[in-house]
Nanobody, 128 residues
Framework: QVRLVESGGGLVQAGGSLRLSCAAS????????IAWYRQAPGKQRELVAA???????NYADSVKGRFTISRDNAKNTVYLQMTSLKPEDTARYYC??????????????????????WGQGTQVTVSS
């Protein structure tokens, strides 16, 4: 079973930095696009940053120049480096990924299954 586990959240003062990590585990064949979303209380979940399997990135306008998304394919891990944090960045941050998993079937190439997965999130709080 595929799982996404986020870490690295916490409390930081405005202007500070945090680095979030999202590690995927399970019977993973390939991870396609991975993204970070965030959701503040009373607000809709919004896309923060995304990265494709070949490294192309996309950012929300509100975080451009301050956040950097990267991935380590060997570790099945994606990172979100956040700098110059602002109180309005306070939210729960979620990892989302399109993953192809693989199940071994003796005598065959196995079964491949593609699905979209969410992590449980990690809280980021920026104090003013």
């Amino acid at each position: 079973q595929v799982r996404l586990v986020e870490s690295g959240g916490g409390l930081v003062q405005a202007g500070g930095s945090l680095r979030l990590s999202c590690a995927a585990s399970g019977s993973i064949f390939r991870i396609n696009a991975i993204a970070w979303y965030r959701q503040a209380p009373g607000k809709q979940r919004e896309l923060v940053a995304a990265i494709t399997s070949d490294g192309r990135t996309n950012y929300a306008d509100s975080v451009k120049g301050r956040f950097t998304i990267s991935r380590d394919n060997a570790k099945n891990t994606v990172y979100l480096q956040m700098t110059s944090l602002k109180p309005e960045d306070t939210a729960r941050y979620y990892c989302n990924a399109d993953i192809i998993s693989h199940t071994v079937v003796p005598g065959t190439l196995g079964k491949f299954y593609e699905d979209n997965y969410w992590g449980q999130g990690t809280q980021v709080t920026v104090s003013s």
